[in-house]
């Protein structure tokens, strides 16, 4: 194959990063990365919606380092073709994410990144497929879904301070893709003492436009108990 095809063919493979190194410390002693969804942890639902996707090439999962031996038995168990790598995670979601960004460039660097919550069990072809297509399209992308409720701001005594305009409002969510070179470099340049809670805000820091593209509303991030139970429910209207 000659440079240019080589060149060619990087550019179009997409890799994902879940990320699941997080403490679960709101779920009151549940380790949620093992919780069973199904019949089958919930991390396993995120990375088994990369493999069957046919998108995504490679696969980081992210983990806290006591999880990293559990993570390989389970890889081994299900066969999945496309890990990459199982890394140990950061202490913080940016530390996490870094990590696999680097995983990946430590071979040949692959055109997009997806990145995805372990917790949101529900991702779906649909969503990467939106995804990697926004990102083709405007270099960054997260999904998103219109917030449904009223959105007040309060100061720190509780009192109101202003009702916010929900019709511009959206609730952001993952999987959130990426020109893979663009949100290293957002980690990369931006000051290590700056934290994020999803990688679209470092990549806005940067000056860099992020398109919305429709997400799902059963697409939930699991963080408490009652969380599961929600996720259970919505595991068996769906299959």
């Known amino acids: 194959m000659d440079a240019s095809r080589d060149n060619q063919s990087q550019s179009t493979r997409m890799a994902a990063i879940i990320v699941a190194a997080g403490s679960s ?10 919780a069973m969804l199904g019949g089958k942890p ?7 919606a990369c493999e069957r996707s046919g998108l995504v090439d490679d696969i980081v999962v992210v983990l806290a380092q006591d999880a990293l031996a559990e993570g390989a038995q389970l890889c081994q168990r299900e066969g999945w073709q496309h890990i990459r ?5 950061g202490a913080r979601r940016r530390d996490s994410v870094l990590a696999g960004l680097e995983a990946l460039h430590s071979a040949t660097p692959p055109g997009y990144v997806l990145v995805h919550d372990g917790a949101r069990p529900f991702l779906s072809t649909a969503l990467i497929e939106q995804g990697l297509a926004a990102a083709r399209q405007h270099g960054a992308a997260t999904a998103a879904v219109p917030v449904k409720d009223t959105i007040k701001r309060a100061g720190p005594d509780g009192l109101v301070i202003e009702t916010l305009d929900r019709a511009s409002l959206w609730a952001v969510q993952t999987p959130q893709v990426f020109a893979y070179d663009l949100l290293l470099q957002a980690h990369r340049a931006l000051d290590p003492a700056w934290d994020a809670t999803d990688d679209a805000a470092l990549v806005e ?4 436009p992020v398109a919305l593209f429709l997400g799902a509303y059963e697409n939930i991030k699991v963080t408490t108990p009652d969380d599961l139970v ?3 429910a919505t595991h068996k209207r769906l299959i």
Not at 25 to 34: D, V
Not at 85 to 89: E, T
Request: hydrophobic share 45%.
């Open 42 to 48: 919930l991390l396993a639902h995120s990375i088994g």
């Open 85 to 89: 790598a199982l890394i140990p995670g």
């Open 25 to 34: 410390r709101r779920m009151q002693g549940i380790n949620k990365t093992w």
């Open 230 to 232: 929600i996720a259970e």
């Open 205 to 208: 820091r940067l000056g860099h």
